[in-house]
Antibody
């Protein structure tokens, strides 16, 4: 059974950094396009960014609000996706989910990031 | 950045049919926007119902279907069940990015 498990969330002060991880199992992670999505408390879903598989170039795309502050990477040897978040703002407070696209359609349960002083 | 629009709320009777739509500020939605539909219940992670316009996952109930209708992506629920009460989100692809709609809160009543 496919599974995505996020970790690394927590409380961080504005201007701080945090790295989220997403451990994948049950499918061929190295073939998968992986995406980060966030959801602020009581709000809708917001696309954060994605990373393609190495065979598709391994390139990344980001949403405008996080471009230049967030970096998505992957370690296919560890079946793990990462989200490095720098220069965090209070408006980055959200549940962060990793998800696969296409015919896989898997979601993790999310990890909560709170940016507050 | 493009804006993706969804009905804020809809109500359907048990056993009834309802269509949720997903529009784009840039014009007609096409298959090239690779529309996806997601269902989210309170306190739960989203789950993908439909990918790339009309494709279903193994867990997608047969009563859900996706299509393009009138220049928008559409999610049709035929034979609504109480457990279908949830928020539904669509997402569209634009060059280099994807954008979610604001979500439709579906009530089965």
């Amino acid at each position: 059974e496919a599974q995505l498990v996020e970790s690394g969330g927590g409380l961080v002060e504005p201007g701080g950094s945090l790295r989220l991880s997403c451990a994948a199992s049950g499918f061929t992670f190295s073939d998968a396009l992986m995406t980060w999505v966030r959801q602020a408390p009581g709000k809708g879903l917001e696309w954060v960014g994605r990373i393609r598989s190495k065979t598709d170039g391994g390139t990344t795309d980001y949403a405008a609000p996080v471009k230049g502050r967030y970096t998505i990477s992957r370690d296919d040897s560890k079946n793990t996706l990462y989200l490095q978040m720098n220069s965090l703002k209070t408006e980055d407070t959200a549940m962060y989910y990793c998800t696969t696209g296409g015919s896989r359609g898997y979601w993790g349960q999310g990890t909560l990031v709170t940016v507050s002083s | 950045q493009a804006v993706v629009t969804q009905e804020p709320s809809l109500t359907v009777s048990p056993g009834g049919t309802v269509t949720l739509t997903c529009g784009s500020s840039t014009g007609a939605v096409t298959s090239g926007h690779f529309p996806y539909w997601f269902q989210q219940k309170p306190g739960q992670a989203p789950r993908t119902l439909i990918y790339e316009t009309y494709n279903k996952h193994s867990w997608t109930p047969a009563r859900f279907s996706g299509s393009l209708l009138g220049g928008k992506a559409s999610l049709t629920l035929s034979g609504a069940q109480p457990e279908d009460e949830a928020e539904y989100f669509c997402i569209l692809s634009y060059s280099g990015a994807r954008v979610f709609g604001g979500g439709t809160k579906l009530t089965v009543l």
